[in-house]
Nanobody
């Protein structure tokens, strides 16, 4: 499985941005997909996760109400729509796939880095004040 993230960039505080992650593989709908982010010197942190069907989503408290995770299984792509961005959202954003889940999100493992067995290369999001 290969994951290719795109769509990062620079935006002013209060602005919006959408990042995407395209996946290879013929069983994308059976993967739980997650987004994480990392700033230099800090641990990678959970942002959002979505079940294989797209019907179940989870968010970190820090982004709840501002970020929306979604997926298009026909395009093998997961998205993270970000609005009302804050300077503290600045980070490299990584998409990740849990290919062993059967598409079902198991709480609380979806927040853990080692739950995911494939990772994208990351895309930089910078929010200026």
């Amino acid at each position: 499985v290969q994951l290719q993230a795109s769509g990062g960039g620079m935006v002013q505080a209060g602005g919006s941005l959408r990042v995407s992650c395209a996946a290879s593989g013929r069983t994308f709908s059976s993967y739980v997909m997650g987004w994480f982010r990392q700033v230099p010197g800090k641990e990678r942190e959970f942002v959002a996760a979505i079940s294989g069907s797209g019907r179940t989503t989870y968010y970190a408290d820090s982004v709840k109400g501002r970020f929306t995770i979604s997926r298009d299984n026909a395009k093998n792509t997961v998205y993270l729509q970000m609005i009302s961005l804050k300077p503290e959202d600045t980070a490299v954003y990584y998409c990740a796939a849990d290919t062993n889940s059967g598409g079902i999100i198991w709480s609380p493992s979806f927040k853990k880095i080692n739950t995911y067995d494939y990772w994208g290369q990351g895309t930089q999001v910078t929010v200026s004040s």
